[in-house]
């Protein structure tokens, strides 16, 4: 017995200590790129047709690599999702106190839940955002 609970044991050590839980990435997240190659989303939010949003935003993506790859791959679907997420937040969502944060996790969920499969949006920097 004793013998099988060390050959568990040294099992368990050797495959990175993991039992059945996802392996660990094998990167350094401050090693993941940060997209910028995406132009300014303008759009009219919800309900507002006399108003302008104008958002400009960097896009960090782990794995280095293979995330770098795939959003460079899938800009145009990037810019269309953008687009449907701004203009369905209505003026008051967009003037709420904390915007700037809402609007950043609301891109990260969006993008990764509806665009990114290999890849993933860690963070999302608004470098620009203007309503008029």
Known sequence: ????LALATW????SGGSSGCA?????????????TDIEEVRVNPAGALDRRLRVRAAFKVCPPEEGLVEIKRKRIELRHELI???SSMTREEL???IRIENVRQAIIAH??????KKG???DVSITGFELE
Request: charged letters at 15%; one cysteine or more.
């Open 95 to 97: 003037e709420h106190p």
């Open 120 to 122: 993933s949006v860690i």
């Open 11 to 14: 099992l368990a050590l050797a």
């Open 23 to 35: 392996p660990m990435p094998q990167y350094n997240e401050a090693d993941c790129p940060v997209y």
């Open 111 to 116: 993008v990764n839940e509806r665009l990114m």
């Open 84 to 86: 449907a997420l701004l």
């Open 1 to 4: 017995m004793k013998a099988y």
